[in-house]
């Protein structure tokens, strides 16, 4: 059983950064993927950005050339830098890991979750 336990988040005014971390225990972490999401009050949990096990990145629209995800598999943590940040980047981020060693979007697709770090931008 994987189990993940994210950190970081905070508050911090808009223009800023934050580094989040997900720690990760209960499985071989090198072999997954793993992604970060995000979810704002009242809405649905937004694709953020994944990383495979070698390395590859895949980053959602609204994060692309300000977010950076990263991952360190001899510590079993993955990594998501955020700059530039903005008021609407203000959510809970969850880690999470898919079931499939493949980049997939989709929240149902990921089968294990974090308990979510929030992170509010303030104008």
């Known amino acids: 059983q994987v189990q993940l336990v994210e950190s970081g988040g905070g508050l911090v005014q808009a223009g800023g950064s934050l580094r989040l971390s997900c720690a990760a225990s209960g499985g071989t972490f090198s072999s997954y993927v793993m992604g970060w999401f995000r979810q704002a009050p009242g809405k649905g949990r937004d694709f953020v950005a994944a990383i495979t096990w070698s390395g590859s990145t895949y980053y959602g629209d609204s994060v692309k050339g300000r977010f950076s995800i990263s991952r360190d598999n001899a510590k079993n943590t993955v990594f998501l830098q955020m700059d530039s940040l903005k008021p609407e980047d203000t959510a809970v981020y969850y880690c999470?890991?898919?079931?499939?060693?493949?980049?997939?979007?989709?929240?149902?697709?990921?089968?294990?979750w974090g308990q979510g770090t929030q992170v509010t931008v303030s104008p």
């Open positions: 999470a890991a898919p079931s499939v060693r493949r980049i997939v979007t989709t929240p149902g697709e990921y089968t294990y």
